[in-house]
């Protein structure tokens, strides 16, 4: 298969996708009150942290520019959590919330897992793939609060 993004694009796409997953868990905190879903979601913002690093870490290495998510988007994020718990901050809307942003990334993220092709670098792939996983687990974990 061809490759359509380049191993940079996406690990720039890594590293922008768990930028934004830290936004929203900034953003999002302070309207948790469940001790329960605080702890899960406490848990997924260090996982992030660790992906961005290794995204860092392989930028440099592969001399990538990585770039900060759009400020329109992060606004209209930061936005969307506000008006979304605004009336309702159960864990249970909380989890809703958290899992239509997981879900978003997976497949932006598989999109990317074919995009990259047979021949994307295997370190490259490995976080992709990891990246992916995490994400997968943490959309297990928060149904668990639905």
């Not at 953003?27 to 879903?37: A, F, K, R, S």
């Not at 899992?99 to 897992?113: A, D, E, F, P, Y």
């Amino acid at each position: 298969m061809e490759q359509i993004k380049s191993d940079s694009e996406i690990v720039a796409e890594i590293y922008r996708n768990a930028q934004l997953a830290l936004n929203s868990i900034s953003d999002i905190m302070p309207e948790v009150e469940d001790g329960g879903i605080r702890e899960e979601i406490m848990r997924e913002h260090e996982e992030y942290e660790k992906v961005c690093s290794r995204a860092a870490q392989l930028a440099l290495k592969y001399n990538i520019d990585l770039k900060e998510p759009n400020p329109i988007k992060k606004a209209m994020m930061w936005s969307a959590i506000k008006m979304g718990t605004a009336s309702d901050n159960s864990a249970q809307n909380i989890a809703q919330m958290m899992i239509r942003g997981t879900v978003n990334g997976i497949t932006s993220l598989k999109t990317s897992l074919t995009d990259g092709g047979k021949d994307m670098d295997a370190e490259v792939r490995k976080l992709l793939n990891d990246l992916i996983n995490i994400e997968e687990s943490f959309e297990k974990k928060l149904k668990k609060f639905l």
